[in-house]
């Protein structure tokens, strides 16, 4: 693997599966920083235009810098708003402000939020929360099991599910 698929493999894992709320995966991304040449950056500018990220590398650079101290180069200047800079900045210092006090859905509402910030588009943006819904909805392995009905009936797992997380809810608090 290059230096600059590693880079870009780590960008792409950070800002969908962890949303930059991880002090050590941003340092894995300022150590591959300074490995990469000029045209490498050129190349990864590119790749990441074509999946929408550029909200992401602009997040990432921001917290590098702010964080640890490294400057890496800007591809294209992004219109991050201070708050959302912040917000990010606040999440990552203080992560036990929202994970040990929030909900399961608290925490689905937070990291759909961050996830969403880091989109280009707002089209993007709207197909992941519509894909997020979707799993919310859909009945899992629990819910079956949960309350096992014959497959004539499985219409009903759309309302088991909801039931069964609050449920759950209150049973954790």
Do not use: C
């Amino acid at each position: 693997m290059t230096d600059d698929s590693h880079f870009l493999a780590m960008l792409f894992h950070h800002a969908g599966k962890d949303v930059f709320s991880f002090l050590r995966n941003l340092i894995d991304l300022a150590q591959a920083a300074p490995k990469l040449k000029e045209n490498q950056w050129a190349k990864i500018q590119t790749n990441i235009e074509k999946v929408g990220l550029l909200h992401a590398y602009e997040m990432a650079s921001y917290l590098i810098e702010q964080l640890i101290g490294l400057q890496i180069p800007k591809l294209t200047e992004v219109n991050s708003s201070t708050k959302t800079k912040t917000y990010f900045l606040q999440t990552l210092l203080s992560p036990d402000k929202w994970q040990n006090k929030m909900s399961q859905i608290g925490r689905i509402y937070h990291f759909m939020k961050m996830r969403i910030l880091l989109v280009d588009s707002k089209s993007r943006s709207l197909n992941l929360v519509f894909r997020h819904v979707n799993m919310l909805i859909k009945p899992s392995i629990k819910d079956y099991l949960f309350l096992p009905l014959p497959k004539r009936f499985h219409f009903v797992y759309l309302v088991i599910k909801p039931v069964r997380m609050i449920k759950e809810q209150f049973s954790n608090s």
